[in-house]
């Protein structure tokens, strides 16, 4: 779809100068990451406390697999609803009430001391985080201009990286001094700040909103009528015979999907195990693990950048950018095998770069495939489906690996990541050539 500028500016009647317009974007931006990152401090703060708990007695590995994986399931499912709903239903709502929902969990979760009260609480946040994302890429694609769409959709990835850091700092600091339920209820008083600012923030872009809404639509209905195939029908009954499993079908990507459940299991897989695998494998303390371990998501932040630099700049296809990620990912978990006994630095140094691999291919899976599918409508609810299939794949893996850690050690669970590493760089690879010749037809 296009909405540059200047289509925007004759929309509004030139109230507003292509300046003006350009600020208002980079405010509903702002508003957008602010939320995403409150999110993640409302989501990977468990992963942070998870070894606490586990030298309380509270949980095993196991058990903290399965919190993890009941998060990760609803997460998922959430996604796929999700997504179709926020290409229906205004994200503002979506993400005030993810926002809303989430902050209720996080503080229940500071209260509660039984495991599968747990587990019930932390699968209703992974609901409540699960409308967050796809809303936002229909923000991006719908109320944002062409010529600060990509930037966003970088930065946003950034906004992950952000919020994970400081999900591990706060409980690396609080542990020192106080208990982990503080850290839960210290999470969701920042999720109800961003709440506030969220509802504050879209009553102050209420105009530039409305705008946006009617050039959004003008243009939609016009690139429907120079794609139609069916005798210049461009209502949207012609938009409705669309649909998200077709669309990706015919796109020629349904291998991809194996490098999703690839991506997921890495990404999601290794990030949330790093505190607990640093406080055993180098016998450090809770607190000492998690600051440590803030190293993962600070570098993090490198790959969703990398990625998007080499898309746009040299690969410019999705699927071999993401490909490139997981061959660095694999030389990446080769590092961890061979440095998880010598020193933590070192050893965390390859955690990260696995991690920063895997966000850069989530990047392109994420963000720069559902851009494509703009002009159908559908960006938010592909983004919703992918979103899913990587977060249902995390889910298994997260009490497989807790399983794993527990029974088999370490070591076994580092080269189930190795296998995963090379699977992914091979679907990503196979699909790559027919979706370069749909993308460009």
Known sequence: MCMNLQTISQTSDSRWTQKQIL?????????????????????????ACLPEMITEGLLTKTYGGYITTAYMLVYGAGQMVNGILGSRYLPKYMIGIGLLG?????????????VWIMVLVWALNGLFHSMLWAPIIRVFTDQIPDERRLR?????????????VLAFVIPGIMLKFTTWRCVFFVSAAILFVAFIVWVLGHRFLREY???????????????????????????????KKHSIIGIIVASGIWLMLFGLLCNGGLRDGVESWV???????????????????????????LGTYTANWLNNRHIKNELYTAALMFGIAVFAVLGIYFTRNTNAW?????????TAAMW??????????????????MSAAVTGAFNSIIYFASALCAGFYGFVADRMGWT????????LGIAGAFFCCVSGNRWQKSRDN
């Open 209 to 239: 909103l409305k705008v946006m809404d009617v050039v959004c639509t003008k243009e939609r209905v016009k690139q429907f009528a120079q794609t139609s195939t069916v005798g210049g029908d461009t209502t949207t009954t012609q938009i």
């Open 275 to 301: 505190p607990t695998f640093l406080k055993e494998q180098f016998d450090l303390t809770s607190s000492m693990a998690s600051l440590i371990a803030v190293v993962v998501p600070f570098v993090s932040v």
């Open 360 to 377: 850069g291919s989530n990047h392109m899976f994420l963000t720069q495939l559902p851009y494509h599918f703009a002009k159908y409508g």
């Open 23 to 47: 600020a208002f974007a980079n405010q509903l931006f702002w508003f957008c990451f602010l939320a995403y990152v409150c999110s993640y401090i409302g989501r990977k703060n468990f992963s």
């Open 102 to 114: 989430a902050t209720i969990c996080n503080l229940l979760m500071g209260l509660v001391s039984n």
């Open 412 to 419: 076994a669970l580092i080269l189930v990541w190795l296998v």
């Open 152 to 164: 966003c959709g970088a930065n946003i990835g950034a906004a992950c990286s952000v919020g994970a």
């Open 346 to 354: 070192i050893c965390v140094s390859f955690l990260s770069l696995s």
